[in-house]
């Protein structure tokens, strides 16, 4: 069974820092994406990072692009994101999800697994 477990959640002051943790499980993500997305109150979830598990490319939405930086861990199965820069809209529970690699990795629908969520609370 598959399991992604996201982590380092928490509350920070705008222009801080902060990195999350996915943790896989349950199969090989050889073929798959493994992307980061949110979902702030009142609004649509929406893409922040993905990267392509065996060739490390990465993808990231314009809002993201220069704060935040996706990488991957082979070995432990873990992906991060490190977020840096961090601005009050970037409040949101962060999702960490699995697809295969097919199509863009930047429509949720297509993911097939999703971790449970961990909040990022930024502070003006």
């Known amino acids: 069974q598959v399991q992604l477990v996201e982590s380092g959640g928490g509350l920070v002051q705008a222009g801080g820092s902060l990195r999350l943790s996915c943790a896989a499980s349950?199969?090989?993500?050889?073929?798959?994406?493994m992307g980061w997305f949110r979902q702030a109150p009142g609004k649509e979830r929406e893409f922040v990072a993905a990267?392509?598990?065996?060739?490390?490319?990465?993808y990231y939405a314009d809002s993201v692009k220069g704060r935040f930086t996706i990488s991957r861990d082979n070995a432990k199965n873990t992906m991060y994101l490190q977020m840096n820069s961090l601005k009050p809209e970037d409040t949101a529970v962060y999702y960490c999800?699995?697809?295969?690699?097919?199509?863009?990795?930047?429509?949720?629908?297509?993911?097939?697994?999703w971790g449970q969520g961990t909040q990022v609370t930024v502070s003006s």
């Open positions: 999800g699995a697809k295969v690699v097919a199509g863009i990795p930047r429509d949720d629908r297509a993911y097939n697994y």
């Open positions: 349950g199969r090989t993500f050889s073929n798959y994406f």
């Open positions: 990267i392509n598990w065996s060739t490390g490319t990465p």
